[in-house]
């Protein structure tokens, strides 16, 4: 993708509320002719006063000066908080549009990522896209503008001046952003960096114990490392360029002042340019090039901004996994039965079948095992009811309805899942339990509760189900953690429940206690089970067990 369609791709995703943007970029214009005007009328009020022409003849040039240098703060303010503004409207137009194209991905688009890149691509990449407008587009744009404005005002005073003036600002807007971007000819190697860094990092964190367990913290840290280092090499590039281009500025700053001046006393003593003026010229000249040093970095961001666009709107090229039919059908009502046949299912071409020709059926209010060793199918069956992965061959339907003329939503809503590797947000447990049903009332949960076998629990606790999970439930035990999410499941109300290892992490009392009544629940309450376990105690009370292998249903 080229620069300049990532550049129109963001432009037309975040398009942001122009008439705001010429707003900023008009105080921003003020604001800079401010500071010429500033700087010009204090060397004419500073000429006057040597000749002496008394208090009455500059005050009027006082109370301009001051009226000037007081509007110059108001000005810059008001470009900064329109152009954020912009900014802002602008981000968060980009940040849904990425959100709206990972959630459909999940999970199987998004197999090709490591989670700590996704993060950096979601926060570190997000955020610098704002700097498209307020650090490239409108610091470029108010330069240009104040650049001619300036050259103009110098030309009317003294040709030859405004001619000098406007060949060293030509020379410092050109040559400052094309040594800015030659030098840094890496620049796309930032965002790649971080988005490794940080993936590297959520693995140490997350494996922690792990790799402390088995010694191998140390090949983790030294790729961190490694990486931290090459970013710091490259920030220390980027330093190295900054002050190159600031070093240029300065130089054009005094080449202006200097041909000015000379041109301006060679006026002078041709008598075409009135001594007062002589202070005039060179401070206009600099106030001219306040803007000028923005351009440089206007530059830089821009190849930082295009870089970041380029990893975020990657993810839009990703072709959407499961998608919702055009015109979906209508869920089908009460219990359904669910049924699959002959499905097959593989995670990528060079891997073997996860599901091969497997058939099977839950009837309503029925009562289905699956059993089976790790890597037999069984997860796998479960995710493609789910619609988390399309079936290469075969059919699942949903009272007789195939699941892929369904939307998900309908699908996910008919079938609650607990599964193994339950995940628990960062919030209370009430706020996890009524995730799928926000309005789900307190003797709902207490009952969900009870059915998980949390209640003693939940008493013990000092704020009950109002306590804190943390980060990933990090804060309650494995067992919990599972008991929680089987509390969830019962609480969204799905008539078919997917049970994928519900006792991971119980004892074997505890274990046929949760599963006694939760069949018994669900009895009651005329839904369907459909457990996945591997463990032989489970399946008590089930109607029918169905043994996977290799992906293949086996006879029992």
């Known amino acids: 993708m080229t620069a300049l369609t990532a550049v129109r791709q963001l432009l037309r995703i975040g398009a942001p509320p122009w008439g705001r943007f010429l707003a900023a970029m008009a105080l921003g214009v003020a604001g800079a002719m401010a500071t010429v005007g500033l700087l010009a009328g204090s060397g004419y009020v500073v000429d006057r006063a040597a000749f002496r022409p008394g208090l009455g003849a500059i005050a009027g040039l006082l109370a301009a000066v001051e009226v000037v240098a007081f509007l110059r703060g108001p000005l810059r303010y008001g470009e900064r908080l329109v152009g954020h503004d912009v900014a802002f409207r602008s981000l968060a137009c980009w940040r849904v549009w990425l959100y709206d194209h990972l959630e459909p991905l999940a999970p199987a ?20 896209l704002q700097d498209l407008y307020l650090r490239s587009l409108l610091p470029a744009a108010v330069t240009a503008c104040a650049s001619v404005l300036a050259v103009v005002v110098v030309a009317v005073i003294l040709p030859l001046a405004g001619a000098a003036l406007a060949g060293c600002l030509v020379v410092a807007l050109v040559a400052t ?11 796309g190697r930032e965002a790649a960096l971080r988005g490794e860094l940080a993936a590297e990092v959520v693995d140490l964190l997350v ?42 500025v300065t130089t054009c700053i005094g080449g202006a002042v200097l041909a000015i001046l000379v041109l301006g006393v060679g006026a ?68 359904p039965e669910v049924a699959v046949d002959d499905a097959r299912l593989r995670y990528a071409p060079d891997l073997p079948w996860a599901l091969d020709g497997v058939s099977l059926r839950v009837t309503p209010r029925g009562r289905l095992a699956i059993v089976g060793s790790s890597g037999a199918g069984k997860t796998s069956l479960v995710h493609a009811l789910l619609r988390f992965w399309p079936l290469a061959g075969g059919r699942a339907t949903l009272g ?18 607990v599964d193994q590797d339950a995940h628990l947000f960062a ?27 949390l209640d003693e629990w939940v008493a013990e606790l000092p704020d009950g189900l109002d306590t804190s999970v943390g980060e990933e439930g990090a804060r309650v035990s494995g067992g919990q953690r599972q008991r929680i999410a089987l509390a969830r499941a019962i609480v969204a109300g799905g008539p078919v429940l997917l049970l994928d290892e519900p006792t991971a992490g119980l004892d074997h009392a505890t274990a046929k206690r949760l599963l006694a009544d939760v069949l018994s629940a669900t009895a009651a309450a005329g839904r369907s089970v459909l457990l996945v376990t591997h463990r032989e105690e489970d399946l008590a009370g089930f109607d029918e067990v169905v043994e996977l292998e290799a992906g293949r249903r086996i006879t029992r």
């Open 109 to 128: 688009g998004l197999r090709a990522w490591r989670s700590g890149d996704l993060l950096t691509r979601l926060t570190d990449d997000v955020d610098t």
């Open 177 to 187: 952003p094309a040594v800015a971007v030659v030098s840094r000819p890496e620049r």
């Open 207 to 248: 494996g922690a114990p792990d790799l402390l367990a088995f010694g191998q913290e140390g090949e983790l840290q030294r790729r961190i490392e490694a990486a931290d280092g090459e970013l710091t090499r490259l920030a220390r590039r980027r330093a190295w360029v900054a002050g190159a281009t600031s070093a240029l």
């Open 268 to 335: 002078v003593r041709a008598g075409h340019l009135n001594p007062v003026m002589l202070g005039v010229l060179p401070l206009a000249a600099i106030g001219a090039f306040e803007t000028v040093p923005g351009v440089a970095l206007a530059a830089l961001r821009t190849a930082d901004v295009v870089a970041a666009a380029r990893r975020i709107l990657a993810v839009g090229d990703v072709p959407v996994p499961v998608a919702d039919p055009s015109h979906p059908a209508s869920p089908p009502d009460g219990t």
């Open 400 to 417: 007789g309805v195939p699941i892929e003329d369904l939307r998900q939503a309908d699908v996910r809503r008919a079938l609650s899942l």
């Open 427 to 453: 919030g209370t447990i009430r706020q996890n339990l009524t995730l799928a049903r926000p309005r789900a009332t307190d003797e709902e949960l207490a009952a969900a509760v009870a059915l998980a076998q």
